[in-house]
């Protein structure tokens, strides 16, 4: 197997977005998904991503798989808190900072919650196409 010896840049940026709030409590990617990022044509680098409620939320957790074209495997699981917007306080999101979370092409990035939540998450991908 020849070893790659030269070293591969990100060249143009990519961010994918999505906001979840419908209830999917299965762990298979199967159910209700929303699709945060897709890796380009030469694949893609994941360095950052932000998740942040929108509005009143109760409790649940959030799940982002990866999805090869043929199989879902769940990448990470988030606790969300309940949040109740108003406007003297501001709702704290999370962010995730993968290691070297490097996607081949044709794959996604896809997102769930547990429970229903009425206003939803906003979860942006923040990443670079080779």
Do not use: C
């Not at 409620?53 to 769940?74: D, E, M, Q």
Request: charged share 10%.
């Amino acid at each position: 197997m020849v070893a790659n010896t030269s070293p591969r840049f990100p060249l143009s940026p990519n961010i994918g977005s999505g906001i979840v709030s419908a209830a999917n409590a299965n762990y298979d990617g199967t159910g209700t998904i929303v699709t945060i990022f897709s890796a380009g044509a030469s694949g893609s680098k994941v360095n950052e991503i932000v998740i942040r409620p929108i509005g009143s939320n109760a409790a649940s957790v959030l799940r982002i798989f990866l999805f090869t074209g043929s199989v879902y495997r769940l990448l990470k699981e988030f606790d969300l808190p309940a949040t109740n917007a108003i406007q003297t306080a501001q709702l704290l999101g999370q962010n995730w900072y993968p290691d070297n979370l490097i996607l081949p092409p044709s794959h996604t990035l896809v997102a769930s919650v547990g429970t229903v939540i009425a206003a939803g998450v906003a979860v942006t991908v923040l990443g670079a196409d080779y």
